[in-house]
């Protein structure tokens, strides 16, 4: 088991940047790819990025991808996602998933098996 906490979003205007922390207690961190997910009103959840257990692969949604970086620090038990450039569309809850297949990088929610209770990012135009 593994519990999954997500800080850093909040309100920025179009153009900004945010980085969003997500930290995990319980079984060993590196035990687990993680993986962001964002669900905006009406929609449904999508995969935003995801990182190996080692940070040595990582993945985009092409929605995203040159505006946004994943990381990790293992030591910390933390999974970052440092977001440039937002524009209102991205405007959604953020969550952060933990999955126990730690080589592969799944883009489906179901591949998830822990999940923290989001973070509201908010992108005023």
């Known amino acids: 088991q593994v519990t999954l906490v997500e800080s850093g979003g909040g309100l920025v205007q179009a153009g900004g940047s945010l980085r969003l922390s997500c930290t995990a207690s319980?079984?060993?961190?590196?035990?687990?790819?993680m993986g962001w997910f964002r669900q905006a009103p009406g929609k449904e959840r999508e995969f935003v990025a995801g990182?190996?257990?080692?940070?040595?692969?990582?993945k985009y949604a092409d929605s995203v991808k040159g505006r946004v970086t994943i990381s990790r620090d293992n030591a910390k038990n933390t999974v970052y996602l440092l977001m440039n450039s937002l524009k209102p569309q991205d405007t959604a809850i953020y969550y952060c998933?933990?999955?126990?297949?730690?080589?592969?990088?799944?883009?489906?929610?179901?591949?998830?098996?822990?999940w923290g209770q989001g973070t509201q990012v908010t992108v005023s135009s």
């Open positions: 990182i190996i257990w080692s940070g040595g692969s990582t």
């Open positions: 319980g079984r060993t961190f590196s035990f687990y790819t």
């Open positions: 998933a933990a999955d126990n297949d730690r080589f592969d990088i799944g883009e489906q929610p179901r591949t998830y098996e822990f």
